[in-house]
């Protein structure tokens, strides 16, 4: 069946560094994928996506690009922030449901 | 503006007791509503969702059930709780979308921590 793999976490990193979130999907057609983001103390939100192939989104300085030839979804920012730690879940659907990454903890230390 | 309520935020339960957990949605009229859980490690898992009053549709097999008696509520409940249903539980709603398809646009609650011992 369809999946979602991202990167285990945590990830820590010094503010202002470069930030790279993988995630690899299985599926079988053409999937809209998704990132949403949990801060804590909060509920999920959808931060961006992409319907299809090569499309990228982007929000609040984060992007992800579709690439069908690997079949993925990495999330990244130039620059990021304290303000950013977060968990973050990468997510495809698949029919009529969302088919969810584990989730990756992002600490950013000051 | 829409803003969707969970409750409680953590829970400590022992094992063979009752679970209720609840979900209310306001500002909005006749939602799609869903139950989410994350086990330790593992990606977001959908358990139930709903499309209207007494509507319940139930995606694994479990020993937990939901029940909507008003349009805007949404309760996950169990009668006697394993140590496998530890986890985070999310509520979460979305605008019902076009004939089967759902709109990806979910709106989560801010979660249940069920530590059950």
């Known amino acids: 069946g369809d999946s979602v793999t991202q990167m285990e976490g945590p990830v820590t990193l010094s503010e202002e560094a470069f930030l790279t979130i993988n995630c690899t999907y299985t599926?079988?057609?053409?999937?809209?994928l998704f990132w949403y983001v949990q801060y804590p103390g909060e509920g999920l939100q959808l931060l961006l996506k992409?319907?299809?192939a090569d499309d990228k989104g982007s929000n609040k300085g984060f992007e992800a690009t579709y690439r069908k030839e690997t079949t993925s979804f990495h999330l990244e920012k130039g620059s990021v922030q304290v303000s950013d730690s977060a968990v973050y879940f990468c997510?495809?659907?698949?029919?009529?449901?969302?088919?969810w990454g584990a989730g990756t903890k992002l600490i950013i230390k000051p | 503006s829409q803003t969707i309520h969970q409750w409680p935020a953590t829970l400590v339960q022992p094992v063979g007791s009752p679970l209720s957990l609840e979900c209310t949605v306001e500002?909005?009229?006749?939602?799609?509503l869903y139950w989410y859980r994350q086990a330790a490690g593992r990606g977001l898992q959908l358990l139930f969702y709903?499309?209207?009053?007494?509507?319940i549709s139930s995606e694994v097999p479990q020993n937990l059930s939901a029940s909507r008696p008003q349009d805007r509520q949404f309760i996950l409940s169990s009668k006697k709780l394993l140590l496998s249903d530890s986890g985070f539980y999310l509520c979460?709603?979305?605008?019902?979308?076009?004939?089967?398809?759902?709109?990806?646009?979910?709106?989560f609650g801010s979660g249940t921590q069920l530590s059950v011992l």
């Open positions: 599926a079988t057609g053409y999937p809209s």
């Open positions: 500002g909005t009229s006749n939602p799609n």
């Open positions: 997510a495809l659907r698949s029919n009529y449901q969302l088919i």
């Open positions: 709903s499309v209207g009053i007494g509507q």
């Open positions: 992409a319907t299809k």
């Open positions: 979460a709603w979305s605008v019902p979308g076009q004939g089967e398809t759902t709109n990806e646009k979910l709106f």
